[in-house]
């Protein structure tokens, strides 16, 4: 797909929501399994107009390339600057759908071909209060629809078998 395009949700009460709602663009960073839960928590639940979230995790705001006012953080292995394209309205959520400005990534997740390995950043997923750790390869793109390879099949009988077989085995 071209541009690339991301989509987020946020619940509509987080200060991130009227701050993208507002500005049209916001970075997100990939988290790995190493990040513990209170940064989590930190970035994920509290505000930036009550807490320097950067000086209480130690870490490193980094300069966007393509974003005035959101920072990236230095020490995910990926960030990736976004500007909104829609908004959709989901109960108490808003899901944000962007077109991708710039991605940084770490370079110790890049292979010698220069290909980006995201599998192995450790990545977490959140669902329904819980966090996961992902990394397990399930199958590849198109395996659903995928062309079968046509199977084997038996021998088929000639009539010369079915005579030889008669009477066999009694």
Do not use: W
């Not at 991130?16 to 790995?32: D, M, Q, Y």
């Not at 959101?70 to 909104?84: D, G, H, L």
């Amino acid at each position: 797909v071209s541009p690339v395009q991301v989509a987020v949700t946020i619940n509509k009460e987080n200060q991130t929501t009227r701050t993208i709602l507002e500005s049209g663009k916001f970075s997100a960073t990939v988290l790995a399994e190493s990040a513990s839960m209170e940064l989590i928590g930190r970035f994920g639940f509290q505000c930036s107009r009550d807490v320097d979230k950067f000086a209480e995790m130690h870490l490193t705001p980094g300069k966007a390339e393509h974003l005035k006012y959101a920072p990236t953080i230095e020490e995910s292995p990926v960030n990736i600057e976004c500007r909104v394209t829609e908004v959709k309205e989901l109960g108490t959520h808003h899901m944000f759908l962007a077109e991708v400005l710039g991605v940084t990534v770490d370079e110790a997740y890049m292979n010698e071909n220069g290909r980006f390995e995201l599998n192995s950043t450790g990545l977490v997923a959140y669902s329904h209060g819980t966090y996961f750790a992902l990394g397990e390869e399930l199958g590849t793109f198109g395996y659903s629809v995928r062309k079968k390879k046509p199977m084997k099949t038996a021998k088929k009988k000639t009539k010369k078998d079915s005579k030889s077989s008669k009477g066999k085995g009694r």
